[in-house]
């Protein structure tokens, strides 16, 4: 079964392309659509976004289509920077300055102050328009420097206590294990397994009335 990801970020292609393949799910990015623009985000939580992206790519494309909205809750900037996440320090989206700009705003926080959890909603969209929802959460702390090389976006300030590492330093198959993402994708499966089940059930029936 084909799904299109709702996205043209490669890191989040490569981690939901693993979590998926293993489950016999064909995994293409947005890259493969050109004609289809940037899809505006203006919802006021992780769901809403998530549901925009997920109905608007299957609406176009006809296919089976995977959104997750997803960010940084940090508790000492009372939940910011939430659903700005990724434009945290500006439009261009520059993971670098996002993190820069997090590591200023706590440089006077003390390390028991500094918690904070990766979310993440994930929505798959029908052509028809049925739309299913999945959700995932990470608790972590923010580190004071950036460490590790691995990963994405704040993932070398998210700092694991139970591995003690941070998740730009976890190997990617425990990452893919205990992310906010990857817990959020676990409810997918089932909902996509479902999906497929359904679909070759009415494959079936078809053939029977030919």
Not at 24 to 52: C, H, K, Q, W, Y
Request: proline share 4%.
């Amino acid at each position: 079964m084909k799904v299109v990801l709702a996205t043209r970020n490669e890191g989040k292609v490569r981690e939901i392309a693993d979590i998926l393949a293993p489950h016999g799910f064909e995994v293409v990015s947005l890259r493969e659509f050109p004609e289809l623009g940037e899809i505006t985000e203006d919802g006021a939580t992780f769901r809403e976004n998530a549901m925009i992206k997920a109905t608007a790519v299957s609406g176009h494309t006809g296919l089976l289509a995977l959104a997750d909205d997803s960010g940084l809750e940090v508790d000492a900037l009372d939940g910011a920077p939430g659903i700005y996440s990724s434009r945290f320090a500006g439009e261009e989206k520059d993971d670098q300055a996002n993190n820069r700009k997090l590591l200023e705003l706590l440089s006077d926080i003390p390390a028991e102050r500094r918690t904070a959890r990766f979310q993440c909603v994930v929505a798959i969209a029908e052509p028809d328009g049925w739309v299913h929802i999945a959700e995932g959460s990470c608790e972590g702390v923010i580190a004071e420097e950036p460490r590790g090389q691995r990963g994405f976006g704040y993932d070398p300030l998210f700092y694991v206590p139970a591995y003690d590492r941070t998740f730009a330093e976890l190997d990617p198959t425990i990452k893919n294990k205990i992310s906010h993402r990857a817990k959020a994708l676990e409810g997918a499966v089932d909902i996509l397994s479902d999906l497929k089940k359904m679909a070759a059930r009415s494959e079936e029936l078809a053939g029977d009335s030919v």
